[in-house]
């Protein structure tokens, strides 16, 4: 991990929740800070999220309580509460889900999963409305590569690290990035389809479509 941290232009720290693991990729972060072009926290502990810089976006600085605010930040305190929240769901997730592998915390988890799933539907339509320029556009790139995460599929992996090389890494020339392609959070498989069917009624279709008919539910 350490010869890929000395020459990676972007990192990824993902899923990390234990202290060890974490100071060790802090003190690799700071050694090699300067030759990071962006590091992209998701699904951390509190420290290694507050790592997160892309462009002007220094969650750090981010984050830190102010007494005052001028007009110029007032701008971004829509981004901002909106990385906090994300923040706090991101770590309460990840303590009810230690919590659901021991035994407890399962009414938790659940409320927790609930509101995942409104996250999954909602943020995609909320960023259509943030700005695209300085650090509101580094906030909305950052909440961009979180629709990524909250869909894990090959292809939204895929494209959430084509969206950091193409907006973070210099001279890499135009690349087309899909938007994040959404799953139903629970659907009806057949290893057939090419993808996961929401309704009875959408797989009825498909399945009638191959010239076979299903029996009566």
């Known amino acids: 991990m350490a010869a890929d941290m000395a020459v990676a232009d972007i990192v990824f720290v993902i899923h990390v929740t234990d202290s060890d693991s974490a100071n060790r990729i802090i003190s690799l972060l700071a050694q090699h800070k300067n030759h990071h072009h962006a590091v992209i926290a998701i699904n951390c502990m509190p420290d290694l999220m507050r790592q997160t810089r892309l462009g002007k976006l220094d969650l750090q600085q981010m984050i830190k309580p102010r007494k005052s605010e001028g007009e110029s930040e007032r701008k971004t305190s829509t981004g901002r509460n909106l990385i906090k929240k994300l923040s706090t769901w991101m770590a309460d997730f990840t303590k009810d889900k230690d919590k659901d592998k021991k035994g ?32 509101l556009g580094d906030i909305k790139h950052y909440l961009f590569l979180f629709c990524y995460f909250l869909q894990p599929t090959s292809n939204n992996i895929r494209s959430m690290v084509l969206y950091a090389i193409k907006h973070y890494v210099p001279g890499v020339g135009r690349i087309e990035v899909p938007s994040p392609e959404i799953m139903p959070a629970v659907g009806i498989y057949h290893p057939d389809a090419t993808k996961l069917f929401d309704s009875y009624n959408s797989y009825n279709k498909w399945y009638e479509r191959r010239g076979l008919k299903l029996g009566p539910r």
Do not use: E, M, Q, T
């Open 104 to 135: 407890a915390g399962k009414k938790s988890a659940g409320h927790n999963l609930g509101s995942y799933r409104k996250l999954i539907d909602r943020l995609p339509k909320i960023l259509r409305f943030v700005p695209g320029a300085g650090k």
